[in-house]
């Protein structure tokens, strides 16, 4: 890959993921087409909303934080989505996750998850001594808190709740409904284009503060505005699909190696690029080849969880 730009690589990728793409929605069709067609391409559109989610809402918060072993899940969005699944149980019942499904529950697990992201930002931005350490330092005391009391609540749930329970607490690519996909695919859009449109300002984000401020860059505004546009991201990709902790940090840790480009103009969409082909090859592979159609997510997670203990352990040997 060195051989070539960091354009052709793009292309070269591009290619590879169409070519992954048509062979899992052509291949191994069985039955009525009338039936798996629609089925697959809707598993391929939860599939492309989680890859934009989660590569591009990484790429972004390893951008305003200026460290690549930080995932956004340090923030809370995952034990807090773990939470109000677990209450709503707690209080109404194992069956309230079927009577509740819906767009009001997508959308308003993620109105609470963008409102307690806000809340966040503009207590710590706002104060006296906040800072961009002091948020991710809350950001892991709230996430163990909701953690610690999401365990207390499902350990006093009866065994049926608690595996109906179990059902929301992992990543779902196969079970999306349809008609959440539009409402989904509006929102990458629109986050897409404002950060296409402020590609260039990230860039000089990567710079640091002090840099970032001297040439003209009002630098708390666009860390504020860059993880609202997390927040949105990653709550919206948890509320459809269900929590992926290490999915983006794997798809962003690969695309800095193969881009190429230290530019967000490239590195952005071949983090895109290379969460499509991971969701849809692991998918082709597991469901047609080994048989094993739901265990993708724990499988990505698994190895994310190594390649992000190994990334660390080499960073500590290196100082």
């Known amino acids: 890959m060195r051989a070539f730009s960091p ?12 070519l992954v793409v048509a062979c899992y929605l052509v291949l191994f069709l069985r039955g009525s087409l009338a039936f798996a067609v629609p089925r697959r391409l809707t598993t391929l559109g939860a599939m492309v909303v989680a890859a934009f989610a989660q590569g591009i809402g990484t790429v972004l918060f390893h951008t305003v934080t200026g460290n690549r072993i930080l ?4 923030v809370g ?14 209080v109404f019942g194992g069956s309230v996750i079927a009577a509740t499904e819906g767009i009001p529950k997508l959308l308003t697990q993620t109105a609470l998850m963008v409102g307690f992201a806000v809340l966040l930002y503009r207590w710590l931005f ?3 001594f906040g800072s961009l350490m002091l948020l991710l330092l809350m950001g892991v005391v709230l996430g163990l808190a909701f ?3 999401s365990t207390f609540l499902q350990r006093l749930l009866s065994p049926t709740e608690y595996d109906l329970l179990s059902t929301r607490l992992f990543g779902r690519i196969g079970d999306v409904e349809p008609s959440y996909l539009p409402i989904a695919f509006a929102v990458c859009v629109l986050v897409g284009v404002v950060v296409w449109r402020r590609r260039h300002v990230l860039d000089v984000l990567l710079l640091g503060r002090d840099h970032a401020t001297s040439l003209g860059i009002d630098h708390r505004r666009e860390l504020t505005l860059a993880l609202v546009l997390i927040a949105v991201l990653v709550a919206f990709s948890t509320a459809l699909v269900g929590p992926l902790t290490f999915f983006g940090f794997v798809v962003a840790t690969l695309a800095y190696q193969l881009a190429g480009d230290w ?8 983090a895109f690029l290379l969460g499509l082909g991971t969701l849809a090859g692991g998918q082709f592979v597991l469901q047609h080849l080994l048989a094993a159609r ?4 724990v499988i990505i997670e ?14 500590k040997g290196a100082l």
């Open 263 to 270: 530019r967000h103009r490239v590195v952005l969409p071949m």
């Open 147 to 149: 953690d610690s009391l």
């Open 126 to 128: 706002s104060g006296r």
């Open 71 to 74: 995932t956004p899940s340090i």
């Open 302 to 315: 698994f190895v994310g969880g190594i390649a992000f203990l190994l990334l660390l352990l080499r960073r």
């Open 294 to 297: 739901g265990m993708l997510t």
């Open 77 to 90: 969005f995952d034990s807090l989505y773990v939470l109000m699944q677990t209450l709503m149980v707690f």
């Open 7 to 18: 354009n052709a690589r793009l292309v070269i990728a591009a290619a590879i993921v169409l």
